[in-house]
């Protein structure tokens, strides 16, 4: 079986595979992408970004935070209360109930004989 060639002799066609064999036909495109590069790599940064914060969001979502319960106490038993004799016990009650408040002054007697105003001497 053999291949067949094909011959083009469209001049058009000549000229439009010469341009894209040198590279002509891209210089535009070339300068295009050039003048706004700064653009095309932010972008890329950009998208790059919510890649990746996407990728953390679904590992994040994916596990789980663990749940730390407090152990078992079980049920509270009431305590006992010892009771002790002491020879000093009425020491004790006496501090306890010893009052701290002051007792309420007494009222000054009021003189309206007084003068705050300085005195011509």
């Not at 341009?19 to 932010?42: C, M, N, Q, R």
């Not at 914060?53 to 009431?78: E, M, N, Q, W, Y």
Request: glycine share 4%; charged share 20%; aromatic share 10%.
């Amino acid at each position: 079986m053999s291949n067949p060639k094909f011959e083009i002799t469209n001049p058009e066609a000549i000229k439009l595979i010469n341009d894209l064999k040198s590279g002509v036909i891209f210089a535009p495109v070339k300068a295009w992408l050039t003048k706004y590069k700064w653009y095309w790599v932010s972008g890329l940064v950009v998208i790059v970004l919510l890649i990746s914060l996407a990728i953390g969001k679904s590992i994040a979502d994916s596990r789980r935070a663990p749940v730390f319960l407090p152990p078992d106490l079980g049920t509270p038993v009431p305590t006992t209360e010892v009771v002790v004799k002491s020879d000093y016990q009425w020491i004790r009650q006496n501090i306890l109930n010893y009052s701290t408040e002051l007792p309420d002054p007494v009222i000054p007697v009021m003189d309206n004989a007084i003068n705050l105003e300085s005195a011509n001497i």
